[in-house]
């Protein structure tokens, strides 16, 4: 694991007075919070080391379709939760008009793919092939997150993917779908979930992650070898993100 924002101290202490020299309006750092655990500590550190380096922050509470909508018009400054690739295809626009730009990556050797309670795995359910087999068991749903978030999900059953063209995609909340996961587990209810790796989920529950998903998730070998992107909208007068960024 790497951490990005690591490197702003060293760009701090390298750059001495930099900041100083800034408007006050280059003060202002906004940053996208999709309500996720993990950007909920990357955002955090962030904050704690723009703060201490004398710069204003704001977190807002957006979607994901929102926040890169959001970064294109002015809005939104830094975004650390692109994961890739499938962020990358999904959002193309924005890179490609370069209204956004990936900066590193802070997080890699991560995982993200669908995923079910080892009961159900224990069961013989390995693989996204092997869901349609047991539809009746899961109620034929997949339980996601928030709209805007799940594409690869949607489409995976609009092209009738694996069997799924009867399933629904469930969109809620990371809140909401975990709150589902709770209940089934407590139930030893068969549910099928989006499920991302580091998190307390792993922790919490026992999980097994499904086979199968390279053309939904577009993976390798199961991992994400830049499992999570640092994203900004850089206006010119900023001087401390963007050369604190490992390139990739």
């Given at each position: 694991m790497?951490k990005?924002?690591?490197?702003l101290?060293?760009?701090a202490m ?7 020299g ?6 202002a ?28 922050v704001?977190q807002?509470?957006?979607s994901?379709?929102?926040t890169?909508?959001?970064m ?5 400054d830094?975004?650390q939760?692109?994961w890739?690739?499938?962020q990358d ?11 956004v730009e ?5 997080l890699e050797g991560?995982?993200y793919?669908l995923?079910?309670?080892k009961?159900v795995?224990d069961?013989?359910?390995h693989?996204?092939?092997?869901l ?12 996601a997150?928030?709209?805007?978030s799940?594409q690869?999900?949607l489409?995976?059953?609009?092209a009738n ?10 969109e ?6 975990l709150?589902?996961v709770?209940?089934?587990v407590?139930?030893?209810d ?7 790796q580091?998190h ?5 529950y026992q999980?097994?992650y499904?086979?199968?998903?390279d ?5 390798c070998?199961?991992?994400y070898?830049?499992a999570q992107?640092l994203?900004a909208?850089?206006p010119?007068?900023d001087q ?5 960024c490992?390139q990739?």
């Amino acid at each position: 694991m790497r951490k990005v924002l690591a490197g702003l101290l060293m760009t701090a202490m390298a750059a001495g007075a930099a900041q100083a020299g800034e408007s006050e309006a280059c003060k202002a750092v906004r940053m996208s919070d999709l309500g996720w655990t993990d950007i909920g500590l990357t955002n955090a550190t962030a904050e704690t080391v723009l703060k201490a380096l004398g710069y204003e922050v704001t977190q807002n509470l957006l979607s994901l379709d929102v926040t890169f909508v959001s970064m294109q018009r002015g809005d939104i400054d830094v975004f650390q939760g692109n994961w890739r690739p499938f962020q990358d295809v999904q959002y193309a626009q924005f890179f490609d008009d370069g209204s956004v730009e990936r900066l590193g990556m802070n997080l890699e050797g991560a995982k993200y793919t669908l995923a079910v309670p080892k009961y159900v795995a224990d069961a013989g359910v390995h693989s996204f092939n092997d869901l349609a087999a047991h539809a009746e068991q899961f109620d034929k749903k997949i339980y996601a997150i928030e709209p805007g978030s799940n594409q690869p999900l949607l489409d995976m059953v609009a092209a009738n993917a694996h069997g799924l063209g009867d399933w629904t995609i469930v969109e809620s909340s990371e809140a909401g779908m975990l709150a589902e996961v709770e209940r089934s587990v407590a139930r030893k209810d068969w549910i099928v979930f989006l499920g991302w790796q580091p998190h307390p989920m792993n922790v919490v529950y026992q999980i097994d992650y499904l086979a199968d998903g390279d053309a939904e998730f577009r993976r390798c070998v199961g991992l994400y070898h830049c499992a999570q992107g640092l994203c900004a909208n850089l206006p010119e007068c900023d001087q401390v993100l963007q050369p604190a960024c490992v390139q990739h």
